[in-house]
């Protein structure tokens, strides 16, 4: 569950109070989020954790983007606002984002030692073990210089700039700028309902249909995340071809 794109694609305790059941034993928490760019700011993390605390739940916290972060905005791990809820959180991180290293599939899990031990167990009879090259890759990227991932990250920030403003120039689109992550999440439903080239989407997943069809840009429709009304694009690729493909958009729904 999350917010609309007017509350930032946030969740609020109240949110989560109302949400909560008897059969309710886990939180997951995503800061920065996929597929919204939100980061709770440390205020908020604290809040929702010790509601979790108070409420005896546990908490998988997804942090794989934390390095990812714009505008002097950090994303502080739950364990730290909540110490109280370290001995029930499972923090899930790993290479892909911040290193740029998606292929090598390689990530890992801090929490407490029995729950890893049983996932450790479960892991090896799935996949016996992360590849030895994956391995040292990561040993190489977690000990190396730190000057690259800067400056991956303030070329992240100049495209999130260019696609938030290029996406709200596309009628009907209504873009946040996300605070995290490298991706925009834009609410689509005023371009609902609307034809465009004979054909008439009532749901995300068919404005992304159309779009990909008549402009051959590829967009994840809400429906993949919960509900329709949004689509998400990524702007981790080059500027120009960014920009292209949002230009196709701007073009495509001005006719």
């Known amino acids: 569950m999350f917010a609309g794109a007017d509350q930032g694609y946030k969740v609020t305790v109240a949110q989560l109070e109302a949400a909560l059941t008897p059969r309710t034993k886990v939180l997951l928490v995503v800061s920065p989020s996929n597929p919204t760019g939100a980061v709770y700011s440390p205020e908020e993390t604290k809040a929702i ?9 546990w908490v998988v916290a997804d942090e794989i983007y934390q390095n990812l972060t714009y505008d002097g905005v950090r994303a502080m791990s739950i364990a730290e606002a909540v110490p109280a809820l370290q ?4 923090l899930v991180n790993g290479v892909a984002k911040t290193y740029a290293m998606t292929g090598w599939r390689l990530g890992w899990m801090l929490g407490p030692a029995d729950i890893i031990k049983g996932a450790a167990n479960l892991q090896s009879h799935l996949c016996s073990n992360v590849n030895n090259i994956a391995q040292r890759g990561a040993i190489a990227a977690l000990t190396g210089p730190s000057e690259p991932i800067e400056e991956m990250r303030q070329a992240f920030d100049r495209r999130r700039q260019l696609i938030v403003a290029a996406l709200n120039k596309v009628p009907g689109f209504h ?3 996300p605070e995290g992550a490298f991706y925009a999440y834009v609410d689509v439903t005023a371009a609902l309902g609307r034809e465009v080239r004979g054909v008439t989407p009532t749901t995300s997943l068919e404005l992304a249909d159309l779009i990909l069809s008549e402009a051959e840009v590829a967009a994840v429709p809400g429906e993949a995340f919960g509900p329709s009304g949004y689509l998400r694009f990524s702007y981790a690729l080059g500027d120009e071809a960014l920009l292209e493909g949002v230009r196709r958009m701007q073009a495509l729904f001005s006719e």
């Open 175 to 177: 873009c946040p700028t």
């Open 87 to 90: 001995d029930r959180t499972i």
């Open 49 to 57: 954790g010790e509601w979790a605390e108070s409420h005896g739940l």
